[in-house]
């Protein structure tokens, strides 16, 4: 069974409609990873499923580097981290994108305690930035990487390891695990974890201050809000954010004080005390940010 460079698919030559098809069995990659590569288009397909995940990761018993986005830091995304057995560390990956105000070494020390999580790391694989750090953990010659879908696992073992992994914007891109004999390691890539909330692959973090006022509802991603007072915001730059003067029907009553409001993509810091109130039950955890 010869298996596919970029995304871990078997590959074939009988069936061009049926996952890892190639014209030529000799290939190195699949059709699709080859459109996705040269022409930038992208063929969805369904991912294995997060226990299946889970199960061959903690099988492995391999040290795992569990990659996650900072706008995607939440619950769900925490508790797969949790499920894995193994010698691990938490990687909060594209940290070019931050707001260059937020002082690293802070939310680290935050996140550790939010989340009572020993080990927490901030790199950015497509800058090469603070690898050294990872690199110190690179002690184990056997090593998986996973996380959550697209959140740079196969561009960071690109980077570490020189391989030529497949990496898109779109989602579900590596569709199985890949094992990769490497110098002295083993090391291997998996299929992204499917979560409910996935942030659009984005180019920047807007983070934004905004004075509330009592008289508007305001719309940020999944969540109306009314109050009055400041928040800060961080979202995806081309998430919209509006304000608008209407009968204020907001049910549900929040009184916040250093806390972050979750949302589908990003959160909302909370400094002082306020009072909310919104359209859904929140979903809010201590603040990372202070
Ligand atoms: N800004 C930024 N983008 C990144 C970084 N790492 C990966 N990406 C981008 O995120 C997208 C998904 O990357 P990929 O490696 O395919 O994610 P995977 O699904 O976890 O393997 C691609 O568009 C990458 O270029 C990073 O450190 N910074
Ligand atoms: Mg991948």
Known sequence: MIKCKGCG????DKDPSLLGYTPKITNTYCERCFKTIHYNTYIKVNNLNNKDIIKKINNLKYFTIF????LNLNNEVIKLYKMINNQKVLVINKCDLLPSNLNIQHLIENIKKVYNIEDVLFISAKNKLHLEYLKSYLNDNN???????????STLINELFQTKLTTSKYQNTTLDFIKIKKDNYIIYDSPGFNIKEVPLVYNNIKCITKKLNKEYVYTIGDIKINGEGNITIFVP???KINSKKENNNLIYNNE?????IILNEGFIYIKNKINIK????????????D
């Open 9 to 12: 698919i078997t590959l074939q």
């Open 67 to 70: 990659i996650t986005d900072y």
């Open 143 to 153: 090593i998986i990487f996973c996380g959550e879908t697209s959140s740079g696992k």
């Open 237 to 239: 730059s081309n998430i």
């Open 256 to 260: 916040l004080e250093y806390k972050d």
């Open 278 to 289: 919104s359209n859904k039950e929140l979903i809010i955890r201590d603040s990372i940010i």
